[in-house]
């Protein structure tokens, strides 16, 4: 645990057994918002068939005793991406659609979209628009109540735009509680 001053203590370690241990990753397996640790072990002794463990978080303790044991066969590249957005360390990625344009005689209406969301996973949206194609980049994130909003439900209107905006581009946020799991987008509608 860190110190007052910030820096850790070698007086304060919890000690857990391995075997060899060449990757860990820190991702709440059970969801009870404690994070768990595992562990991917290389080889006990001479034989790389070996356990890797999860180590059950119980309130911020860990211990030998609590564990799950993974049958591992040498388990190089276990790992090959840490859990959560490479930029913002958080446990959401996001997609940005190519833009499109509306004919000149239509409107923006509603924004719908299929996708399946296990163990507490989700998908939000938002929308910038723009007279310009080139425009675009420039113009704000937005939701149905503006800037920092998302569209949270599949249907929902699109809030009334300027008639000079005839082009669009939306963003998916796909969210994860705890990197274990995540959501799968496999439609997206933009009626108008």
């Excluded at 241990?21 to 070996?50: E, K, Q, R």
């Excluded at 591992?72 to 446990?91: E, F, Q, S, V």
Aim: with cysteine.
């Amino acid at each position: 645990m860190p110190t007052s001053s910030g820096a850790y203590s070698l007086d304060d370690v919890t000690h857990l057994r391995q075997a060899s241990s060449l990757g860990v990753m820190v991702a709440d397996l059970n969801y009870d918002d404690w994070p768990d640790i595992v562990f991917c072990n290389h080889s006990t002794g001479a034989s790389h068939l070996t356990k890797s463990r999860i180590h059950w978080n119980r309130q911020g303790q860990f211990g030998d005793d609590d564990v799950t044991l993974l049958p591992t066969i040498d388990p190089h590249n276990a790992l090959i991406a840490d859990l959560g957005n490479a930029y913002t360390r958080r446990l959401e990625e996001a997609y940005l659609s190519e833009p499109f344009e509306r004919p000149a005689d239509g409107r923006f209406k509603s924004l719908s979209w299929a996708a399946d969301t296990p163990f507490g996973t989700s998908v939000v949206f938002q929308l910038r628009t723009s007279p310009t194609r080139q425009q675009l980049h420039d113009a704000p994130w937005v939701g149905p109540g503006g800037p920092d909003t998302h569209f949270h439900q599949s249907g929902e209107d699109v809030p009334s735009l300027s008639i000079d905006h005839r082009w669009l581009q939306y963003r998916a946020v796909l969210r994860t509680l705890n990197g274990a799991a995540t959501p799968i987008l496999t439609r997206v509608a933009i009626t108008y």
